[in-house]
């Protein structure tokens, strides 16, 4: 059991030795910008936290071997482990000094660009404003087309509703006139039913006139021109 667990220890010490080397290449490598560069090296800080945790671990259980030939090849192993800590602390520190170095070549680089830069983005933004200018103009100019048509629409619908109304008050009157018409026809009628030849006559005056008067109507609504 104990075996297994020193060479549990040694794969995680071997791990974390390959996870720091990546990330010393990635170091070396960094151009910026400065926060990218801090948590690189928040990475390999906590990186070297573990390894150097993982080899005190080894170490103690190299100490605890019954067999004195097994203690020193596992104390061997773990002094070999903090050479190639103490090596990938070296390359860190000099990878750290060359991405510095490259940020710092940048951001001078960039100092002496920025008045070509600012011209330009002057320029740009000139360019821009016009551009949003004139758009806003456009628009402007088709919301007005477009409530201007809508206006006159509107003008045409309250022609057209006004004129609708005014053809149902007149049919309304007529209609009022004709049943006045009607009534009247029914009191002549009572009134002289008695006589048979005076109510035929006033009937058939009736109905001639409640005719004429639905024809007068008929006529005017189909052909209103004549």
Not at 110 to 126: S, V
Request: some cysteine; charged content about 30%; aromatic content about 4%.
């Amino acid at each position: 059991m104990a075996d297994v667990h020193v060479r549990v220890c040694e794969q995680e010490i071997i791990k974390y030795d390959l996870e720091i080397k990546a990330l010393i290449q990635d170091i070396s490598e960094c151009i910026g910008p400065q926060n990218e560069l801090t948590e690189l090296n928040s990475k390999v800080k906590e990186r070297f936290s573990r390894l150097r945790q993982r080899i005190q671990d080894l170490e103690q259980m190299a100490k605890e071997q019954d067999k004195e030939s097994d203690k020193m090849v596992f104390l061997k192993e773990v002094e070999g482990h903090r050479k190639q800590m103490l090596s990938n602390q070296t390359a860190w520190r000099k990878a750290n000094l060359a991405s510095n170095l490259a940020i710092d070549r940048l951001e001078k680089e960039d100092l002496l660009n920025i008045g070509g830069t600012a011209a330009r983005q002057r320029k740009l933004t000139k360019e821009s404003l016009a551009q949003t200018s004139s758009d806003i103009t456009e628009s402007l100019m088709s919301i007005s087309r477009m409530m201007s048509q809508q206006v006159k629409q509107s003008e045409e619908t309250i022609s057209t509703l006004s004129t609708s109304s005014r053809t149902v008050l007149e049919t309304n009157e007529e209609f009022k006139a004709m049943t006045g018409t009607i009534q009247l026809g029914r009191k002549l009628i009572t009134k002289y039913n008695r006589r048979e030849l005076t109510d035929k006559l006033l009937i058939f005056l009736a109905l001639a006139l409640f005719l004429a008067t639905v024809l007068y109507i008929l006529k005017k609504r189909l052909f209103p021109f004549l």
